[in-house]
T-cell receptor
Framework: RKEVEQDPGPFNVPEGATVAFNCTYS??????FFWYRQDCRKEPKLLMS???SGNEDGRFTAQLNRASQYISLLIRDSKLSDSATYLC???????????FGSGTKLNVKP | DGGITQSPKYLFRKEGQNVTLSCEQN?????MYWYRQDPGQGLRLIYY???????QKGDIAEGYSVSREKKESFPLTVTSAQKNPTAFYLC????????????FGNGTRLTVT
């Protein structure tokens, strides 16, 4: 079983739509959780960390459900510029390693 | 500005040659990592290092070697033993002790023919 699993998509949505991605992780002792954005042929860039209480940054909301071992990312009022692959990242319980999901591709259409 | 520098951005080699990818960071991070990404796939860990002069194998270390002689530098050598070396290689660093995220360099795209 993979450490981190994501629906690869693609999610094709119109501008202005709300879209949500989920990601599940297998290690219940995982400590830290992040969402990264990766544009085609570029390096991943941190979108936001995910805190136990949930957190919001503008149009983006991240939530953590430790009981069910998943994290989510909600994007409101999608923009064309949001088109990218979104990577779910989980760090190990001793922070030695970071585990990546394979990414969820989002296409925002005009 | 602090950051991670990978060089070169593009690298072309003939099969059977060893090649070394450079990674330098001035973020004062203790931990550094090398990942490989193949088209349409996620990142896979090659090697990581928590402190100078120490490193551990990741999930796909075969055919690769690293060194960590300085805190700022973590070069990766792709040896001729690596069966499918063509890929996008990403170096990253972090301060694992305080729950901080990974910071990435802009990657090296290696093509071996």
């Amino acid at each position: 079983r993979k450490e981190v699993e994501q629906d690869p998509g693609p999610f094709n949505v119109p501008e202005g739509a709300t879209v949500a991605f989920n990601c599940t992780y297998s290690n219940s002792a995982s400590q830290s959780f992040f969402w990264y954005r990766q544009d085609c042929r570029k390096e991943p860039k941190l979108l936001m960390s995910v805190y136990s209480s949930g957190n919001e940054d503008g149009r983006f909301t991240a939530q953590l459900n430790r009981a069910s071992q998943y994290i989510s990312l909600l994007i409101r009022d999608s923009k064309l510029s949001d088109s990218a692959t979104y990577l779910c990242v989980v760090s190990s319980n001793n922070f030695n390693k970071f585990y990546f999901g394979s990414g969820t591709k989002l296409n925002v259409k005009p | 500005d602090g950051g991670i520098t990978q060089s070169p951005k593009y690298l072309f080699r003939k099969e059977g040659q060893n090649v070394t990818l450079s990674c330098e960071q001035n973020l004062n991070h203790d931990a550094m990592y090398w990942y490989r990404q193949d088209p349409g796939q996620g990142l896979r860990l090659i090697y990581y290092s928590q402190i100078v002069n120490d490193f551990q194998k990741g999930d796909i270390a075969e055919g690769y070697s690293v060194s960590r002689e300085k805190k700022e530098s973590f070069p990766l050598t792709v040896t001729s033993a690596q069966k499918n070396p063509t890929a996008f290689y990403l170096c990253a660093s972090a301060r694992p002790a305080d729950n901080s995220p990974l910071h990435f360099g802009n990657g090296t795209r290696l093509t071996v023919t």
